[in-house]
């Protein structure tokens, strides 16, 4: 069968069913699954529960007759579900669906859609209802837990992380929400949808012509930037002395980098990559400044702020009172944050890259005869740089020195042993000033709103996006149990996704550790070696646990021994096509 396949009759007809006059009818959750497939959906992830049973039957009976079907992954625990769909649609640009089980597999789901909503991320995440009806009609409520598990609004756990929900009320509606809830997550700015399905409708008939070709509604178009205000931006940026320009997650359009490339390299414009969730700027790029604001931004005269929703923390490092600040995104304001108080003298709500160009084109013109100046900001930002580069190459030969080894030298060694087409998933420790990277989509980093345990479940999706390349997920040891990993590691098994995982093993919470000794810097626990709610002493044989599951784990205890660890981990992974991990002790 074909994606064009016949769908005059009652639900849609495959090539390798029996002509007939009337086709057998199909369910609705027969339906919903070959349409997500005719809209490009090519994986549902999902953890299963007593809302599942039409789907399952659905699943059996359509695969039987080969009908074209989203390829089912069992995950066993939601988290790991809504982690994969991030990964697959962060490299490949298209939303995946998600189904959980009714209100307590939403709950757990939470977290990794409030980092999807956070980062843009497009997803479609359905659950089950706890069945309306008490009885009488299929679907209706046959165990004890259907009536404990109802909740009067069970969206109201998501609502607030996702772009649109609803729930399935009628068979009638099917077409309309799919191709509704589809669109809405992939219209600017993009993230996640949510849609309830009822037990009962899922075993209804679907109505006739279900299974349409073509979706009904489309993507919005992102707004083309405002010609006013770009003029307005052009001319603060070309008359400043010192113009600065700082990126978040800009790269997460590979398109966004090589714009941005070559309008700092015109331009002579320093970039600083502020707490990167992307690779933005290629590293080795002349106009690369660092990935810290010190010391530019105290003396920046102009600042654009590309698609980053923190550009600066006021209370530690800001720009002057009369810096001029220019922020641009899809939603510029972040107008779901409930408070966000980052100046913006001008706000572009477009996409980044029409922007980019539209500045790079009206800056030509007007900075055309000026080439002295250009060329002055050119020498001035290319030393400042190489002084900046200077100073990491410091702090990896420190981190290499000290015992336990630290994270600079892991993320040297990790960036020196990888092929130029591999991709780094980092939830926290990777650092990416020691790295080198410059290849756009080559690095992912976790969310602003960091919900632990995305960094593994992203790198099995990512790795279930393209075989062809090597995945190695970087994790903190508390990052990495909150990814559940011995669901992650059966799910690397079953579907021989040969992720690499090196995780950073310093045996404590070092976030928390470091956000008490800054606000009591002087206070008993800045002198203590042991704190209460930060040690995760006795740490785990982390590399065992991916040998359950028929991977390679090997513990690192010195800066030495870590290259060949790294070389015979990437080989488990590409030779012998297996999950791998390193559990790398650090200071």
């Known amino acids: 069968m074909h994606d064009s396949e016949d769908v005059r009759t009652l639900g849609g007809m495959d090539e390798n069913e029996p002509s007939c006059a009337t086709a057998p009818t199909i369910s609705v959750a027969e339906a919903w699954l070959r349409l997500l497939k005719k809209r490009g959906v090519d994986y549902l992830f999902g953890n299963a529960g007593t809302d599942f049973p039409s789907i399952i039957e659905a699943f059996a009976r359509l695969s039987a007759s080969g009908a074209m079907l989203p390829k089912p992954v069992l995950a066993p625990h939601e988290n790991a579900a809504v982690g994969m769909a991030h990964g697959y649609a962060m490299v490949t640009g298209r939303p995946q669906a998600v189904m959980v089980h009714v209100s307590v597999g939403t709950a757990n789901a939470l977290a990794g859609m409030m980092n999807a909503s956070r980062e843009g991320v497009p997803m479609l995440v359905t659950a089950g209802r706890t069945p309306i009806l008490e009885g009488g009609a299929p679907g209706a409520r046959s165990s004890a837990i259907h009536w404990a598990q109802e909740m009067f609004d069970q969206a109201g756990i998501v609502r607030e992380m996702v772009r649109w929900d609803y729930e399935l009320r009628d068979p009638r509606q099917l077409t309309t929400v799919v191709d509704r809830a589809l669109a809405i997550a992939s219209s600017t700015p993009r993230g996640p949808v949510y849609v309830s399905l009822p037990r009962e409708v899922l075993a209804e008939e679907a109505p006739a012509g279900a299974v349409t070709d ?150 030509a013109e007007r900075l055309a005869g000026q080439e002295a100046l250009v060329e002055a900001r050119r020498a001035r930002i290319v030393a400042r ?97 909150f990814a559940n990993p011995t669901a992650c590691h059966q799910i690397a098994q079953a579907y021989d996704l040969p992720v690499l995982t090196v995780v950073y093993n310093n045996a404590e919470w070092g976030a928390v550790r470091k956000a008490t000794t800054a606000m009591y810097p002087d206070g008993h626990a800045a002198r203590a070696n042991t704190l209460p709610f930060v040690s995760l002493f006795p740490p785990p044989a982390y590399e065992t646990l991916v040998q359950a599951s028929g991977g390679y784990g090997e513990r690192v205890e010195r800066a030495e021994d870590l290259p060949d660890a790294l070389t015979r981990a990437i080989a488990v992974s590409r030779t012998e096509r297996r999950q791998a991990l390193l559990n790398v002790l650090c200071e």
């Not at 080559?442 to 995305?454: C, I, P, T």
């Open 385 to 481: 740089g190489k002084a900046v580069r200077e100073a990491v190459e410091g702090r990896i030969l420190r981190a290499h020195r000290a015992a336990p080894m630290g994270r600079a030298w892991i993320s040297r060694c990790i960036a020196q042993a990888l092929d130029p087409d591999a991709i780094i998933v980092n939830e926290y420790p990777f650092l990416p000033e020691a790295g080198g990277l410059s290849r756009p989509g080559q690095y992912f980093a976790s969310s602003s709103a960091s919900g632990l345990g995305w960094g593994l479940p992203a790198a099995l999706g990512v790795q279930l996006a393209d075989r062809s390349r090597l995945v190695v997920a970087t994790l903190g040891d508390g990052a990495y149990m």
């Open 214 to 363: 073509t979706p009904r509604i489309r993507p919005a178009a992102p707004p083309a930037p405002h010609a006013g205000e770009v003029e307005r931006a052009v001319s603060r940026l070309a008359d400043a002395q010192r113009p600065l320009v700082i990126a978040t997650r800009l790269g997460a359009d590979p398109a966004a980098v090589e714009a941005l490339a070559g309008f700092a390299e015109r331009h002579a414009l320093p970039v600083v990559d502020y707490r990167p969730r992307y690779l933005n700027l290629p590293a080795a790029h002349p106009m690369h400044a660092g990935f810290e604001l010190t010391p530019w931004i105290s003396e920046a005269d102009a600042i654009l702020v590309l698609d980053s929703d923190v550009p600066w923390v006021p209370d530690g490092l800001a720009p002057a009172p009369d810096c001029r600040v220019i922020q641009v995104g899809h939603d510029p304001l972040f107008s779901r944050y409930p408070i966000r108080g980052f100046t913006s003298d001008i706000s572009i709500a477009a996409d980044p890259v029409a922007v980019i160009r539209a500045l790079d084109t009206a800056m």
